[in-house]
């Protein structure tokens, strides 16, 4: 649970497909500590996503983005998106749209059909400026802040469809199945072998993916024959080409959708590109900040600090350096009763300014109880990391329990206990026993 949470950006914005990421990535902490320290993954919406599959030659829907109530007035009289029903969508980064719920209002699905063009503008207003809580995000869910307006297409058949690299084959892996759709998690874990995996060789497909394998995919893992499979392997084809071109980390398109005209389109999409990519992409920097005006006030804290920061439901905040440790931190906090508020890495370097970005990160979570500070000096040196606990520690308004360990450690808890609201610990048992009992007794 931990990893799979480690794996998602503070909006529950899921960094591979839910259900197969664990077999795709090994579970260690190491995994989770490359992930995480070694690049940023850039999410994109789906509208942002659908505008670039439809310059990749993939086969979308048409659709429309709102992001005031006033403009769906222009939709619903636009000739060129005339429809005999329509999809409703809300644009957040997390999946599961379609079975999540809104906050405030508690109005149920992100995702609405509708055959009533005067209905839309009642539920984009529902949907607009409220909360989507989905099993992909986190209790308060994400704010709604566009919407998209798409014709809704007869859908006969729901299938799955996704690209992602895959660390045990070192290259893209296709994963393929016959039964996708919003229960695409229950298939995986009730029905396995329903979910087939096509790893490809970078060596022999560079550029293409030869139209006997997209043929082998659609046949084999789609389920799919005749003219049907001859369309779906030609999207597989184009989705590959663009996985390439654009530097993807994952590509997934569920449902890949068989109309009822037996067309093979793509409704819904999620993607998330390698940021280390970014110097030939220029249109990843507009992405970027098109989504920037919609980040978690946190998630922008944490990336304008260079601080890799997961919220979760518990109680005890963690400020760890090193992400490997910060796991460990978590885990132990666990092991004596207790249940962490983040996962949150200040990695290797970090100085005075960082603790002091860490701590205004760390406060901003009401469910706060206690705060645990566990630092194993390497490079850096703990004696700093203690002065600037010391001038940050105003900020922090429950118990703080800090250990120290490695490079200067002892003139570090010495400065430490000069200070009375500090509580210094032996070691990251004493550490987590001390900052659990908190939790217990307030
Ligand atoms: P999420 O994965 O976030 O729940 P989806 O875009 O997959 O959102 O939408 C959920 C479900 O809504 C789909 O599985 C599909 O059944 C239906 N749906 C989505 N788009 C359309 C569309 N254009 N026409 C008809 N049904 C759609
Ligand atoms: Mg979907």
Redesign the pocket.
């Known amino acids: 649970m931990l990893l799979r949470k480690a794996l998602t950006n503070s909006h529950g914005g899921v960094l591979l497909p839910s259900f197969i990421r664990n077999d795709v990535l090994t579970p260690t902490t190491s995994a989770v500590a490359y992930n995480c320290l070694s690049k940023r993954y850039i999410n994109l919406q ?1 509208y942002q996503s659908k505008q670039l599959m439809e310059k990749n030659g993939l086969q979308i ?1 048409k659709f429309r983005i709102v992001s005031d109530i006033d403009q769906v007035k222009n939709i619903i009289d636009d000739p060129t998106l005339k429809a005999n ?1 329509y ?1 409703i ?1 809300a644009q957040v980064l997390a ?6 719920y809104f906050k405030n209002s508690g109005f149920k699905g ?2 609405k ?1 509708t055959k009533n063009k005067t209905e839309i503008e009642s539920i984009v207003k529902a949907m607009l400026d409220d909360y989507l809580i ?1 099993a992909q995000t986190t209790k308060d869910g994400i704010l709604v802040k566009k919407v998209m307006i ?6 006969k058949k ?1 299938l799955y469809l996704a690209i992602l690299l895959d660390r045990a084959s070192g290259g893209p892996i296709v994963v393929a199945s016959p039964e996708g ?2 229960d695409i998690e229950k298939v995986a874990e009730t029905n396995p072998t329903a979910v087939h995996k096509f790893p490809i060789s970078i060596s022999e497909n560079s550029k293409d993916l030869e139209r006997q394998l997209a043929l082998r995919i659609a046949g084999e893992g789609l389920g799919l024959d005749g003219k049907l499979k001859e369309d779906a392997a030609t999207e597989i084809s184009h989705l590959y080409r663009m996985f390439l071109k654009l530097d993807a980390l994952q590509i997934e398109i ?2 890949l ?1 068989i109309t009822t005209q037996n067309q093979v389109i793509c ?2 999409a999620k993607m998330n590109f390698d940021e280390n990519a970014m110097f030939r992409h220029e249109w990843m920097k507009q992405i970027m900040e098109e989504n920037s005006s919609e980040e978690d006030p946190r998630d922008r804290l944490a990336r304008e600090s260079n601080l890799n920061f997961v919220p979760m439901d518990g109680n005890i905040a963690c400020l760890v350096n090193g992400a490997g440790l910060a796991m460990a931190t978590m885990d132990i906090i666990h092991r004596y009763g207790g249940s962490p508020a983040n996962f949150l890495d200040v990695g290797g370097s970090v100085n005075q300014a960082g603790v002091e970005s860490a701590f205004k990160l760390i406060m901003t979570d009401k469910k706060v109880k206690a705060v645990l500070v566990n630092i194993f000096g390497g490079i850096v040196n703990c004696e700093t990391i203690a002065k600037g606990l010391i001038a940050a520690k105003n900020q922090v308004t429950v118990p703080l329990v800090v250990r120290l360990e490695g490079t200067n450690a002892e003139q570090a808890i010495n400065l430490i206990n000069t200070v009375p609201d500090i509580i210094s610990a032996k070691n990251l048992d004493d550490a987590a026993q001390k900052v659990v009992g908190f939790t217990k007794t307030t």
Do not use: Y
Request: proline content about 3%; glycine content about 24%.
């Open positions: 789906e829907q029903e999809v969508k999946g599961g749209r379609g079975k999540g992100g995702v059909l989905t798409a014709e809704a297409i007869d859908i729901e759709g919003m569920n449902p959708g409704f819904d």
